[in-house]
């Protein structure tokens, strides 16, 4: 039995001797047979099957209810049991002989499991701490021409647009900002990129799911977009990957990352960056690398000392991730959206954020009543949200993202607790 196994099956056999029927199915799926999990639990709504994968995200029986999965979600308990493992058995040696003894080797695994997730060659993907990291590595190491600009939106990612802003500032790169309100309809979202992409232009940045609004873009149509224009196009998958299933060979953009620690579940800290093979003379590595190693994606990889074991943790968080399946989270996300947006008096001051691709992010909004204040409410019960500005128009949100664990409880508890609010 793989030292990875160990503590997976060590819960199996707990649960199996708590209640055998309900969870071999489920267990059993997690590392031996997939198909086993297939006659069951397919639906967001199938309860059985929910109610005892709740049980196995410690968060789930706190009093704090997170409902902000978009920043940041917890893993479940066996990958929990497994990180903490790795923390320990690095802490009782020498870090960087766990890091060449075990890490490495669970690195690479997880690099092979992502590439058949997102559909892309294991060779060009490195694994990092998160999307910013990708994200900031890519925009400052791209070489872009002279006298070219920059396309981003203003529902992209700040920290992006500012690493973006940066650069054009030293380089003397144009900077554009297409300044769109979503929701739009897909040519609508294309026609607005197309206004500022040109033959000038040499990088895109596009988000595939919008961090604020919650908004599926159509990635593959504004790549090609900006392959007719001859730019760069680079893909922020923070909010996708895990969500939604996809296909970076399908893309076909040249640069792509995101994080782990959102909806693949995975120890926090823990993300991906992909160049793609024709491109990889065009991003310098960041971080100080050898120069025979410009050849090579070893110039993305020597990110100094870290924590080696969140990395080895990740391929556990895969597993389990994969036991789910990415079409299922996004079944049960959606399900639980739409309970809750069904129990809130549309009437009332909070109005919802229209989404015609429905996932884990959804948004409130009002025109008289604050939605700080209301998130200040919701805390004081305990219950977690975020506020997010949408920039094109200076109205904030309230971003609602439960993750799959949750159930209609919580939910009931979370609209109980807005309409509970007095209205200001
Ligand atoms: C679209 C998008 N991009 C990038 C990021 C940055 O993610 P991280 O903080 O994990 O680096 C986020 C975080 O919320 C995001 O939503």
Redesign the pocket.
Known sequence: MSELQYPILTKINEIRRMDRRSFLGFFQSCLIAPAVLEQVGQEGNDRKYWRNLRKHYPIAASRMMNLNN???GTVCLPVEEKWFENIKKMNRQAPYEFEKHVGQRFVEKSLQSISKMIDCDQECLVLN???????TNIIEGVKLKKGSNVVAASF??P??INALKHKCKRERLEFRSLDITLPMSDDEILNAYSTKIDEKTSFVLI?????REGALLPVKKLVNLCKENGAYSCV????LIGQFSHSVKHYDCDFY???L??WVSAPIGT?IMYVKKEKLKDVRGVFASYEKDENSYVKYKHLGTRNFASEASVYSALLWHDAIGTDRKLKRLQYLQKYWQEKLDESGPFKILENEHANGLAALYSDGQSVVQLKKHLARNNIHTKVVKQLSNNRNLLRISPNVYHNEKDLDKFVDAIKDYKLK
């Open positions: 978009g920043s940041v701490r998160n999307a910013t990291e990708g994200l992209d990612y920290y992006s988000t595939a799911v919008t961090h922020d998958a923070a909010q990352a995101a994080s620690h959102k993300g």
